[in-house]
């Protein structure tokens, strides 16, 4: 399996609620990175956090790092339409030496109005 | 400041053709990285160009795929000759210092269809 597996990969929710996705990776890693890509775009980088770090906020986004589970996961407040779109996590894969960040499959979102 | 750019944004080509796709990253970024992503599956990694170097394509699928990144500036990526399974989302990346420590900066994709 992927370095960084999102889980759900499919998620419906109405505006205004909260939207939480999460992710595991197999390997050690210095940071855990998120993306989000809104259909037929490039990807878009939402927040990185470090190893050493267990919760980073960035506006409505909320993300949790556990290094001893190998999972994080990114918590998005008070959800609107806009917010539709495809989100992966990405870590530079340590285990392998490769300096590129591994992505999943991403979870999609759909925030319905 | 422009960001990355990716040119064409969609080809459509017939199987055994040759395309080349072209992406040009962020000025004075020495890392430039390719990934795909296929049939709404993950995205894949490619290869990791630093400067005009190679640092890393253990991702190519295989020697129908050639990249280069002459000079140290914009890259290309060739596929001779295409294949269905080609079929695919094509990004490019770029950053300043590495994704060991920051983020990645994606161009639009380049939407490859092979008939």
């Known amino acids: 399996s992927q370095q960084g597996e999102e889980d759900p990969q499919a998620l419906s929710i109405q505006e205004g609620e909260n939207a939480t996705m999460n992710c595991s990776y197999k390997?050690?890693?210095?940071?855990l990175q998120w993306y989000r890509q809104n259909s037929g775009r490039g990807l878009v980088h939402l927040i990185l956090?470090?190893?050493?770090?267990r919760e980073k906020h960035s506006g409505r986004l909320r993300v949790t790092l556990d290094t001893s589970k190998k999972s994080s996961s990114l918590l998005i407040t008070a959800s609107r339409a806009a917010d539709t779109a495809s989100y992966f996590c990405?870590?530079?894969?340590?285990?392998?030496?490769?300096?590129?960040?591994?992505f999943g499959s991403g979870t999609r979102l759909q925030v319905q109005p | 400041e422009a960001g990355v750019t990716q040119f064409p944004s969609h080809s459509v080509i017939e199987k055994g053709q040759t395309v080349t796709l072209r992406c040009d990253p962020i000025?004075?970024?020495?890392?430039l990285y390719w990934y795909r992503r296929v049939m709404g599956k993950e995205i894949k990694f490619l290869l990791h160009?630093?400067?005009?170097?190679?640092?890393?394509e253990s991702g190519m699928p295989n020697n129908r795929f050639l990249a280069e990144r002459t000079g140290g500036t914009y890259s290309t990526l060739k596929v001779q000759p295409a294949e269905l399974e080609d079929s695919g989302v094509y990004f490019c990346?770029?950053?300043?210092?590495?994704?060991?420590?920051?983020?990645?900066?994606f161009g639009e994709g380049s939407r490859l269809t092979v008939l």
């Open positions: 990346a770029s950053s300043l210092q590495g994704a060991e420590t920051g983020e990645l900066f």
């Open positions: 160009f630093v400067k005009e170097s190679k640092q890393d």
């Open positions: 000025s004075g970024h020495d890392n």
């Open positions: 956090i470090r190893s050493n770090e």
């Open positions: 390997t050690s890693i210095n940071n």
């Open positions: 990405a870590t530079p894969d340590r285990g392998t030496g490769r300096r590129a960040l591994t």
